[in-house]
Nanobody, 114 residues
Framework: QVQLVESGGGLVQAGGSLRLSCAAS????????MGWYRQPPGKQRELVAS???????NYADSVKGRFTISRDEAKNTVTLQMNGLKPEDTGVYYC????????WGQGTQVTVSS
């Protein structure tokens, strides 16, 4: 089992920045990848960014150049730095960790006002 606790999020004006952090605990040695998904209002959950162990980052086209994902494998944390936020970035953001199955955090709300 892996437990994920997110922090950050909130309300920001368009063009602003937010930083999301996620700390993993439990069977962290089994983690192969960590990342972030989001669920906009009325839409399905979608990938924002992911970073496998010692691997290449993967970003959704809509956030490339604005968001940066980083991991500290020693501390079992993953961070999402979000710059140049747009109203369409609004949604619930979920931290995820993959072992032989995906684990999810509880979600944190990000609201970008125009």
């Amino acid at each position: 089992q892996v437990q994920l606790v997110e922090s950050g999020g909130g309300l920001v004006q368009a063009g602003g920045s937010l930083r999301l952090s996620c700390a993993a605990s439990g069977n962290v040695r089994a983690i192969k990848s960590m990342g972030w998904y989001r669920q906009p209002p009325g839409k399905q959950r979608e990938l924002v960014a992911s970073l496998p162990n010692r691997g290449m980052t993967n970003y959704a086209d809509s956030v490339k150049g604005r968001f940066t994902i980083s991991r500290d494998e020693a501390k079992n944390t993953v961070t999402l730095q979000m710059n140049g936020l747009k109203p369409e970035d609004t949604g619930v953001y979920y931290c995820t960790a993959d072992t032989f199955r995906p684990y999810w955090g509880q979600g944190t709300q990000v609201t970008v006002s125009s």
